[in-house]
């Protein structure tokens, strides 16, 4: 079993104090630097202690269900709903803009591709972010600064395997499937203006659809949804460990963990695609 200390706020970095206020900007840099690779070495090891525990016994799956129930059924209004709207304003934007040229009938195809490999697997993993991710950091560190982690450690019990294995099962699972369920709404939603404010036919558009949409459109967001499923809960979980401070830290953290998983998503986002678009 591993001591949680080591997810603790590693604190501010000290920094020799230099005589000329101009390397205060580079002390600072540096500063913001070393803090970020201390925080960045602290979750990855974390995401390695709960990879490796997953394969290893016992297998709590009754906290799995539950957490999977927590991560998906309970965010599937907010999910579909955003992938709803988002569908009907790209359909809306593209079409207008194509009608300036009588391109209106390629309006399907793109906005297919858009919502299948970019638009749907972010909005939905941002979504999911904004209401989960907060909601393990608050859970996790209220246990914290409630020192309930600490009794589970006093007899025995592996904190990781018991409270972040389940939570980044449920997210690395979830949300493929939560994005999977928006790929679809966001077309349906996309085709009920093309029908409405585009004059095109509901069979007219299908069709179109899945003329320009390939399987390498699809593959391409749902396993980058992996990868972002794994970002809410490690962050979340992260963040939720090392909080402290009563109240007020737990409400710090929570802060934090959103912000720090929209900031990740995105950027892991361009590199998933570099590396995508080369292998599919």
Known sequence: MMNLSQFSDPGPVVVEQAPSDLLRPFRSARQWFEQACRHAGAL???????????????????????QMEQVGVHSLAVALLTATFTGMVMVLQTGVQLGRFQSETMTPGIAGIALLREIAPVLTSLAIAARVGAGITAELGTMKVTEQIDALESIGTDP???LVVPRLVACMVMVPALTILADMVGI?????????KLGISVRSYLDITFHWVAPQDFYSGFLKTIVFGGIVATIGSYLGLRSSGGAEGVGTSTTRSVVAAFILILISDYFLTEILLKVL
């Open 44 to 66: 990855s090891i974390l995401l390695g202690m709960a990879l490796v525990r997953i394969f290893q016994p016992p297998f709590r799956f009754r906290q799995w269900i539950a």
């Open 160 to 162: 990781i395997h018991y």
């Open 188 to 196: 349906l939603g996309g085709c009920l203006i093309g029908v409405t």
